[in-house]
């Protein structure tokens, strides 16, 4: 076994990765939870193709970490079934990309069921999915299209930026009562290391994470873009003397409404920053919620950083179309000019 | 839970195997087989066809020679898939309609694209997906089995207008076989009767998952019954039989006779020699010496031998088609090598007309460039 999915009885930390987070508290509630079973395209004997379920076949055996036909509204429907009957599904879409023939199965039922059955029948189940671009990947390998899930109420829609939070939030999320649209960051998967504890522990699904304070002007980010938010933030401090906030929202639904608000009325000013196209994205509604609950505080225009209105282009292009850290110090000089 | 328990399981399972008598007019050495008719083409249509599987296999290999050097990204191999890749796009009329995955490079360029259109995606380049108005070939489809509605809804349009000599083909993986669309693509063929032959590649593989796991049905073929569709097992490794199956059911989906119906499922059975992309190693799933039983049965060499035998191809003619493959291969990386994409592309086509919205967000990029320069944004994801 990995140091990341050694048994963990002793407390303590191991330094991994974000996909290796993943493999860990995956491997940590099947130790825990004999209900709790992985299942999905390429996920057992090849071990998921970026390696986030590696070497689980082997240890739990091909119930519990299933190959499937190639079929994502077979494997989401099947864990619709699989949760009512008890079990604690976890399906991996191989890339976000190819979640939409799951999606009417997601937003039809999985985020219904509860609401249909009046409290009778839940899903507790999650859908795990690598996001985002920046990995040199064909076309719909590169997509951020969180808002999707986020429009779809019964669902909970979370993306961990740091190996830490992805162990922690992925075992809220197996936890949690209802559907989990579990997103991880691929670029993210192998950039940095960090000491993860060992064990269970549980990262809420609730709360907003503050990476860095300030006073002047507060960033909202979430996912990949948390890393070049944190050094344009860095930046700025050192070129201008403008001290940044920096807000991870981690669970985009629901929102971590009190973190976002108090951040805003301590500034007064706000630059939302995601990868995903800007109209109709997650930071329209972080836009509003600012508005609806601080307007009074407000001393400048909300500046969005974002992809463009237009498809994710092909790796020769997509260092353009991510937010970089230039773009987002713009965003933030801007909202500290006006 | 079944026999995969074992974590050998399918390595040594039976389904990888020629098991099923697929139709073949060669067999493995490149004899003709007794009873088996060899397809009408003339001496130069076959050598044509043994010099382009001959430039594909090349291609393969210097495809995935420039992925390991970093000069064009992940690339999906086709050695073993030639034969039938160039055999069923020589059965198509210009006229005829491709529908390629991310796996067929071969058809596509046998079909009029390219090498340069094959190449420039591969270095991230979304103008090679262009296609000539001349030429009628998709670009290729990324989600799996997504094309098998379009190309049916393709088909049928042509027939609402009364194209009665073009048909559509549409190829897919045995994995395809087990998504919604390919199901409901096929029934529509069947309900609305259309002029499409679809044609599965079973590679055997769909990246790790073997053909057994991913239908529990004795072959692909016999899924056509379901929907009132003709179904074909060919040997995917022969290209004379792939030649002849595709041209036939081309024609009946041109022209039934009697009670004939259009639309035919060939599954051509075959195997995908090496890694599912450039970013996968079958050694996780596959023992390496699987491919080895298949490599006696390889398209190349099958036609060759037969080719050599009726006196149609000598080495020194072998020898020429080498070099030439190769120079052209060399020529349409220099072309595409050369090129360079501007960031204004994001921005087009993506409306007919740009939105005023879209047109801001181009400026911002571009007033972005003009004060940072092009190295920031390299900066932060790398
Ligand atoms: C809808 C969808 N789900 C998942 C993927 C990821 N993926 C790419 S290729 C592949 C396997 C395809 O196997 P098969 O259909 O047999 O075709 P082959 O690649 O073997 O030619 C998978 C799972 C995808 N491209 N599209």
């Known amino acids: 076994m990995s140091s990341a999915t050694r048994a963990t009885a002793e407390s303590g930390t191991d330094s991994l990765t974000i996909v290796e987070a993943v493999r860990d508290g995956l491997y940590t509630e099947m130790s825990a939870d004999e209900s709790v079973m992985v299942l999905g395209e390429d996920v057992g004997k090849n071990g998921g193709v970026f390696r986030a379920t590696e070497a689980l076949y082997e240890e739990f055996g091909g119930d519990r970490v299933v190959d499937t036909p190639l079929a994502e509204s077979g494997i989401v429907g099947t864990a619709i079934g699989l949760a009512l009957s008890g079990m604690r599904p976890v399906a991996e879409m191989q890339f976000m990309g190819f979640s939409y023939p799951a999606f009417d199965q997601l937003v039809s039922h999985a985020a219904r069921m509860r609401s249909r059955s009046h409290g009778q029948y839940s899903v507790p189940m999650v859908v795990r999915a690598p996001y985002g671009g920046g990995i040199r990947a064909p076309e719909h390998h590169s997509e951020s299209k969180e808002a999707f899930f986020v ?43 960090e000491d993860v504890p060992t064990g269970r522990y549980e990262v809420p699904l609730s709360d907003a994470a503050i990476r860095r304070t300030g006073t002047d002007v507060t ?103 991510l937010p970089q850290a230039v773009h987002i110090q713009e965003g933030i000089l801007e909202a500290v000019a006006f | 839970m ?123 380049i979304r103008e090679g997906y262009a296609i000539p108005d001349d030429v009628n070939v998709m670009p290729e489809y990324i989600p799996i089995a997504t094309q098998l509605p ?72 016999q899924k056509a019954a379901a929907y009132g569709l003709e179904g074909v097992r060919v040997d995917g490794l022969d290209p004379l039989a792939m030649y002849a199956v595709t041209r036939d059911a081309l024609a ?53 031998n037969y080719l050599s035998a009726e006196g ?17 291969i060399d020529d349409a990386l220099a072309t595409v090598e050369a090129v360079e994409t501007d960031p204004e592309r994001i921005f087009e086509h993506v409306y007919e007309e740009m939105p005023e919205r879209l047109r801001e967000q181009r400026d911002e990029l571009l007033a972005l460039r003009d004060k940072y320069g092009d190295d920031a944004f390299s900066e932060v994801l790398e």
């Open chain 2, 150 to 221: 379009q190309a049916m809804g393709m088909a049928w349009g042509q027939q609402l207008q009364g194209q009665t000599d073009s048909a559509v083909l549409c190829h897919f993986g045995d994995g395809a076989t087990s998504e919604g669309d390919f199901h409901e693509g096929l029934n529509f063929a069947g309900v609305f009767d259309v002029p499409a032959v679809f044609v599965c590649n079973n590679n055997q593989w769909a990246i790790s998952v073997p053909r057994d796991r991913q239908t529990a049905s004795e072959t692909i073929a």
């Open chain 2, 252 to 304: 009946k989906a041109k022209n039934p006779t009697g009670d004939e119906r259009r639309p035919t499922l060939i599954e051509a059975v075959q195997y995908r020699y090496g890694a599912h992309t450039t970013a996968d190693d079958p050694s996780v799933y596959r023992e390496e010496d699987e491919a080895d039983a298949w490599r006696q049965k390889d398209p190349l060499d099958r036609l060759r």
């Open chain 2, 2 to 124: 079944s026999a995969y328990d074992d974590a050998d399981q399918h390595v040594n399972s039976e389904p990888t195997q020629l098991d099923d008598d697929p139709i073949r007019v060669l067999d493995e050495d490149g004899n003709v087989l007794p009873n088996a008719a060899v397809p009408d083409l003339s001496d130069e249509e076959l050598l044509a066809m043994y010099e382009d599987i001959a430039l594909a296999r090349r291609f393969d290999q210097r495809a995935i020679s420039l992925q390991r050097q970093g000069r064009i990204a992940t690339y999906a191999p086709m050695t073993g898939q030639e034969g039938a890749q160039v055999a069923t796009s020589y059965a198509l009329d210009d006229q005829d309609w491709l529908f390629p995955t991310y796996r067929e490079h071969a058809a596509k360029y046998v079909h009029g694209m390219s090498l340069e259109s094959l190449l420039k995606p591969l270095r991230g």
């Open chain 1, 219 to 321: 960033v909202y980010t979430w996912g990949a873009m948390t890393r070049p938010s944190l050094i344009a933030a860095d930046n700025v401090a050192e070129e201008h003397g403008i001290d940044v906030e920096v807000v991870d929202l981690r669970t985009l639904s629901p929102l971590d409404v009190e973190t976002i608000v108090d951040s805003f009325t301590k500034t007064g000013r706000a630059a939302i920053v995601h990868e995903a196209p800007k109209t109709g994205g997650v930071g329209a509604e972080v836009a509003t919620t600012i508005q609806e609950h601080a307007l009074c505080y407000q001393e400048a225009p909300i500046e969005r950083i974002t992809g463009f209105d237009a498809p994710m282009p092909l790796h020769a292009l997509e260092d353009y179309y």
């Open chain 1, 151 to 193: 429009h779809e109420p019964g669902l909970k829609v979370v993306s961990p930026s740091t190996p830490s939070d992805a162990k922690g939030l992925l075992i809220a999320s197996i936890r949690d009562p209802d559907p989990v649209v579990f997103l991880e960051p691929k670029l993210l998967y192998r950039a940095f290391r």
């Open chain 2, 312 to 328: 149609i191809l000598d080495e020194a003619v072998d020898a020429e088609i080498d070099d030439r493959v190769d120079a052209q």
